[in-house]
C-alpha cells in the first residue's frame, strides 16, 4: 500500500511515531525489531516481552540500544520516560498506556493467547504472525477485538498476509477469486526434528518449527486462515496439494501457470472457493490466486494482457519477505483500520491432528512438527460432525488409547491438561458459532 510510507512520514515530522510492542524475540521477532528500529520512519518499538529476558535484550542490543529491565508496572514507567524497555512481563507489557500497537510473533498457543486477550482487552491493536493460534481461535479473537474496538489482523510478509492482498487486488480488478494457492518445495508428512536439524542449523531455525514446515503443518495453519479470511474451503481433507517435484526439494521447478490445471476439476465441481497449494513450482517463495471473468470483453483483454486463454487466469506475487513487510501491517491497523487477514466470521476450515506414527498410551504431543502428529487443513463441519481433534489443542495433551499411523485424532484419544486459555477460547468460539458441543470428555 503506496500511502502508507506517506502516512509514517507525516507521523515522523508531526513527532507522533507509532508505539510498538513487540512480544517474542525469536529469529522473527528479533528482526522485525531491527526493521522497525533502523528502516521505518513515524514508528517506535518501545518494548520487547519474551520468556528469556536475554533475546529480549539482544533484540535492543544487536542494532545499538541499551534498554532496561523492568517489570509490573515499572514497565509503564519506563515507556513513559522514553526508555526501550525489555521484560518476562508479556501482559504488564502489553496493558502499558504508550502502547498503541502489540505485535504477536512466538508462535505459542495458550502463552500467546493469553497475551492477545490481555491486549485487546486493554484497547490495543494486534497484528501477528502466529498462523498456529490464529487457525485455531481466529474467530473468536476477531469477535472480542471487534467489541473492543480494535484491529485484530495477520501479517503482512509471510504468506497468508501476501496471499490476502493479491486476492484484494485481484477483486479489485473485476476479475473473482477461486482459488488462494500457497507454493512448498517440499511437502513430506513423516518429518521430524531430527531429519531437519541440519537445515535448521543452517538457517538458525528450531527443528521442530524447521518440521512442521516440511511435513504440512505449517502450511495447514496458513491456508486454513486464508479461508477463514475468505470464506473459502478445502476440495478435501489434506488439500490437493499438486506435487510436480517427485519428491526432491531440490528438482527443476515448473512454471505456476503449467499447474494450473491440477486444480481444475476440483474448481469446476466446487460450490465454493478453494484454498490450496502447490509443490515444485515457480517462484518457490511465491502465493498465488487463480479466479475467473464473465465478461467475453474482458477475457479478450485478458489474453491480450497475456494472462492466458482462461477460464482461469493466474495471479501471482514471486515472494514473501516476512519480516521486511510487518511494519506495514501495523501501519494499517494503526493508521487507517485496516486488517491485512482476520476472520470474517466463524471457522470454514481448521487444523486436525494425524497420527505421524502408532501413539499409544501415555504418548505426549509435545511439540508442531514433532514427532508424534501432524496437522491436516480440514472444512469444519466436518472437522465438528467427526469430533476431530484440532492440533492447536492437542498440543500438551497425553495419549489416552492406541491410535494408529496417520489415523486422525479425536477428542476422546487424549486427555488434555487443565486450566488453558485456548481451551476456554476453543469452547467459546464452538458455542458462539452454533457448532455442536465437544466430547463430553473435554474440559475446558
Not at 326 to 338: E, K, N
Request: net charge negative.
Amino acid at each position: 500500500m503506496i500511502l502508507v510510507d506517506t502516512a509514517l512520514a507525516r507521523c515522523e515530522a508531526q513527532g507522533h511515531p507509532i508505539r510498538v510492542a513487540l512480544i517474542g524475540a525469536g529469529t522473527q521477532g528479533a528482526a522485525i525489531a531491527r526493521q522497525i528500529i533502523q528502516a521505518t520512519r513515524g514508528m517506535r518499538l518501545v518494548g520487547v516481552a519474551n520468556r528469556h529476558v536475554d533475546r529480549a535484550v539482544r533484540a535492543f542490543t544487536d542494532v545499538g540500544i541499551e534498554p532496561v529491565v523492568r517489570s509490573g508496572r515499572r514497565v509503564e514507567e519506563a515507556i513513559a520516560a522514553g526508555m526501550a524497555v525489555v521484560t518476562e512481563d508479556a501482559v504488564a507489557l502489553v496493558q502499558a498506556d504508550g502502547v498503541d500497537v502489540v505485535v504477536e510473533v512466538t508462535g505459542s498457543f495458550d502463552y500467546a493467547a493469553q497475551v492477545v486477550l490481555a491486549a485487546i482487552t486493554a484497547g490495543k491493536h494486534v497484528v501477528h504472525m502466529n498462523a498456529e493460534l490464529d487457525g485455531t481461535v481466529g474467530p473468536i479473537l476477531k469477535l472480542k477485538a471487534d467489541a473492543a474496538g480494535v484491529i485484530y489482523s495477520f501479517s503482512d510478509g509471510d504468506q497468508p498476509g501476501v496471499e490476502m492482498n493479491l486476492y484484494r487486488f485481484v477483486s479489485g480488478l473485476g476479475v473473482k477469486p477461486v482459488l488462494c494457492g500457497n507454493m512448498k518445495g517440499l511437502h513430506d508428512p513423516y518429518r521430524t526434528p531430527e531429519t531437519q536439524k541440519a537445515f535448521a542449523v543452517k538457517w538458525d531455525q528450531n527443528p521442530a518449527m524447521a518440521a512442521s514446515f516440511a511435513d504440512g503443518t505449517k502450511i495447514s495453519f496458513e491456508q486454513a486462515i486464508v479461508a477463514n479470511g475468505t470464506g473459502f474451503r478445502v476440495a478435501r481433507r489434506g488439500m490437493l496439494g499438486p506435487d510436480f517435484s517427485g519428491g526432491d526439494p531440490y528438482a527443476p521447478l515448473v512454471p505456476l501457470e503449467d499447474t494450473v490445471s491440477a486444480f481444475a476439476d476440483a474448481l469446476d465441481r466446487a460450490e465454493h472457493g478453494l484454498v490450496d497449494y502447490v509443490v515444485g513450482a515457480r517462484p518457490g517463495g511465491g502465493v498465488f490466486v487463480l479466479g475467473t471473468h464473465n465478461d467475453p470483453r474482458q477475457q479478450h483483454f485478458l489474453k491480450y494482457y497475456k494472462m492466458g486463454d482462461g477460464p482461469y487466469y493466474c495471479f501471482y506475487t514471486p515472494y514473501h519477505l516476512c519480516h521486511l513487510e510487518v511494519p506495514t501491517s501495523i501501519a494499517r491497523a494503526a493508521l487507517f483500520g485496516d486488517a491485512v487477514l482476520a476472520p470474517l466470521a466463524g471457522p470454514q476450515v481448521g487444523v486436525v491432528a494425524v497420527a505421524k506414527t502408532d501413539l499409544r498410551p501415555g504418548d505426549l504431543i509435545d511439540q508442531l512438527g514433532g514427532f508424534e502428529v501432524y496437522g491436516v487443513a480440514e472444512n469444519s463441519d466436518s472437522v465438528d460432525a467427526e469430533d476431530l481433534l484440532p492440533l492447536g489443542l492437542a498440543l500438551g495433551s497425553t495419549i489416552v488409547r492406541p491410535v494408529k499411523k496417520d489415523q486422525p485424532l479425536v477428542f476422546a484419544d487424549v486427555r488434555f491438561p487443565t486450566g488453558r486459555t485456548i481451551d476456554q477460547l476453543y469452547a467459546e468460539q464452538r458455542a458462539r458459532f452454533g457448532r455442536p458441543a465437544m466430547n463430553e470428555g473435554y474440559v475446558a
